[in-house]
Nanobody
């Protein structure tokens, strides 16, 4: 059974950095594009970033571009989200998601396209 487990969230101050991890099991990690989404209280879940299964391409929401970096280590079956210069507006529960895909498939931001989801990790940015 496929499973995604996020970790690395916490309470930080504005301007701080965090690195989230998403460890997978029960799936062929290298055949899945990975993505991060987030959901703030009272808001819908939104796309944050995605990375191709070979790690050679990525896409970011405008709100995080230049501050967040998505990466992956296929040998460790783990995806990461490095978040720099965090802002209070980044406060949310962060979810990782996996999408089985062919190598040449385009990246997608739509959450409906993703096959597997983690339970989420809370990130709170406050002074």
């Amino acid at each position: 059974q496929a499973q995604l487990v996020e970790s690395g969230g916490g309470l930080v101050q504005p301007g701080d950095s965090l690195r989230l991890s998403c460890r997978s099991s029960g799936l062929t990690f290298s055949r899945h594009a990975m993505a991060w989404f987030r959901q703030a209280p009272g808001k819908e879940r939104e796309f944050v970033a995605t990375i191709a299964r070979n790690g050679r391409s990525s896409d970011y929401a405008d709100s995080v571009k230049g501050r967040f970096t998505i990466s992956r280590d296929n040998d460790k079956s783990t995806a990461y989200l490095r978040m720099n210069n965090l802002e209070p507006e980044d406060t949310a529960t962060y979810y990782c998601a996996a999408k089985h895909t062919i190598l040449t498939a385009p990246l997608t931001r739509g959450e409906g396209a993703y096959d597997y989801w983690g339970q989420g990790t809370q990130v709170t940015v406050a002074a």
